[in-house]
């Protein structure tokens, strides 16, 4: 009798939970005829702050020994979850760049870490990088085979006006010596960067943007002689900060044509790490797309003052003041993430810097181990190529969020599938706006309201499309026992997990037949791979 009983509850609750979940049913026209953005081919990037461990927000210290001058370089963890990377891009930068000097040339002062000063720029005394660390830091990147940006101190030699305010030129010299030092051991740096959130509305300290402008011109003279025997030359890449439409204008207007190579913008989107929202904020497709306000401000910009350069987010965690607790380092937050990286790319942003590759949610601060937006940042390098495709939703609720470009090293397109609602699953027809869509022929018989629609709009499908051995490739994202702020994210129902040696799981897709329906559940992800979509833009 109990164990009837039993049956009964879990039969009810099952027949529940489908009632209480939906099920739509929609479709996607892409156009593959040419890319309406293209990325960096590295477009995936992991920045290593100064943050020291004594850093704290909301009574947690986070960071541990994360900092470029104390993390475990040697830890064979670390070099694997770089090496996975086809080429990582590294950004060494972060709030206490403009506090750091460098142990080389003429400099004669004490060369100290960074400690806690009241009154101190962000808390904190200057710092310094000695050249042995240099050194260590410039072997881990060469046997990685990571493309590095660094941040150069740009308050040295300014004096604070007010309260926030520094004037004053820069003070080149330290800058110059170590420029001229890495070069000298042949140390290869794809960009240097100037400063760090010294833009527009201050964070620690503001600099005048005709000042700023000036120094930039004093230092892509620096670059351009330090590397007169160089091609090509590394870039220049500024300011680093949050966008401000008038400050960046007026920069790019002072520096003039071919200075500034990049224009890099920080974006903390989903507020301080301390909202209790965080999850209903990243679960919310209308807050999630507000940040198309600050990539279009930006391209805008660039557009009318200063053509010449490419958009980078320089730095991007979410949430700021080092994350939210059981939230940045969890499943959910792979939602915001990859919705940032598809829109980022969209507006013609060529690399995203996450914060930080420890100690700042993609990798443990104390093991190592890989979260959930690692393996994000993983899957779309691996699987998304430069190409950014439009795509054109139909009847689509906004709670799916869709992206595609070009596959990367494949024929075809990849579509990111990432749905936010917690009770609908979508199911999708694909259609090639050249060609019409991947399933068979039949299935279209079978929704002529469908296919009336289309074809004022497309064709049929290509040569391949009814091929019935041919098979897409599917990565589905889900979180471990179904709970979004896990720490494990489950591919395909296999946990991706290190093993004991750190070496990196293999990411098997699911090989489903091109002509079936495209399913997403509720709250996770799926990246589809799909080999003969016809994308003459992707040749």
């Known amino acids: ?35 309406v953005a293209h990325t960096d081919a590295n477009y995936i990037c992991a920045t290593i702050d100064w943050w020291p461990n004594n850093k704290c927000d909301y009574h947690q210290c986070p960071w541990g020994s994360s900092s470029a001058l104390n993390l475990d370089l040697s830890h064979p963890f670390l070099a694997k979850a770089v090496q996975a990377f086809k080429r990582l891009r590294i950004r060494v930068g972060g709030s206490l760049q403009d506090q750091v000097l460098y142990n080389v040339g003429s400099y004669s002062g004490p060369c100290r870490p960074f400690t806690k000063m009241k009154g101190g720029l962000f808390g904190f005394s200057k710092g310094c990088l000695r050249m042995s660390r240099w050194d260590e830091l410039n072997q881990f990147f060469n046997e990685t085979r990571a493309l590095v940006t660094f941040g150069l101190n740009a308050l040295n030699g300014r004096h604070q006006i007010k309260k926030g305010v520094w004037g004053g030129d820069w003070n080149s010299s330290n800058a110059r010596d170590f420029i001229n030092y890495t070069v000298s051991k042949g140390y290869q740096i794809d960009s240097w960067e100037f400063g760090n959130e010294l833009s527009g509305k201050r964070i620690g300290a503001m600099v005048d943007a005709d000042q700023y402008g000036s120094d930039l011109i004093e230092l892509r003279g620096i670059i351009d002689n330090s590397y007169r025997r160089f091609r090509p030359k590394p870039l220049l890449v500024a300011p680093g900060g949050f966008f401000d439409k008038q400050w960046f204008a007026t920069l790019l207007q002072i520096s003039g044509s071919e200075i500034v190579n990049v224009m890099t913008h920080h974006m903390y989107n989903l507020g301080p790490g301390v909202d209790k929202n965080l999850v209903k904020k990243i679960l919310d497709p209308h807050f999630l797309s507000r940040a198309s306000v600050t990539f279009t401000g930006l391209q805008q910009t660039i557009n009318t003052d200063g053509p010449w350069a490419s958009a980078w987010i320089g730095e991007s965690g979410g949430a700021y003041n080092s994350g939210g607790l059981h939230v940045s380092d969890t499943f959910v937050d792979s939602f915001w993430y990859l919705d940032q990286l598809g829109m980022a790319a969209k507006y013609h942003t060529k690399v995203y810097c996450r914060q930080t590759l420890i100690g700042g949610n993609l990798l443990n601060k104390t093991t190592f181990m890989p979260n959930p937006d690692y393996y994000s940042a993983l899957l779309w390098d691996r699987l998304m190529g430069t190409g950014v495709l439009a795509v054109d939703r139909v009847n689509i609720a906004p709670h799916l969020r869709t992206y595609a470009h070009c596959s990367k090293g494949k024929p ?66 889900t979180p471990r026992h179904g709970n979004i702020q896990s720490k494990t994210m489950v591919l395909n129902g296999v946990p991706l997990e290190v093993t004991e040696n750190g070496d990196h799981p293999s990411f098997k897709p699911t090989m489903v037949k091109v002509d079936s329906p495209v399913t997403i559940a509720p709250l996770s992800i799926k990246f589809v791979q799909f080999p003969n979509f016809d994308a003459p833009g992707c040749k």
């Open 1 to 35: 009798m109990e164990f009837c009983t039993s049956l009964i509850i879990i039969l009810a609750s099952v027949v529940s939970m489908v009632l209480a979940q939906n099920v739509e049913d929609s479709y996607v026209v892409i156009n593959a005829s040419i890319p």
């Open 412 to 477: 075809g397109i990849t579509l990111l599938l990432i749905n936010l609602s917690n009770r609908t699953h979508f199911t999708l027809d694909v259609h090639n706006i050249l060609t019409v869509n991947l399933r068979t022929t039949q299935h279209l018989k079978s929704t002529p309201a469908i296919v009336h629609g289309l074809k004022t709009a497309v064709s049929w499908v290509g040569t391949k499309s009814t091929d019935e051995n041919l098979s897409r490739e599917e990565y589905h994202l």
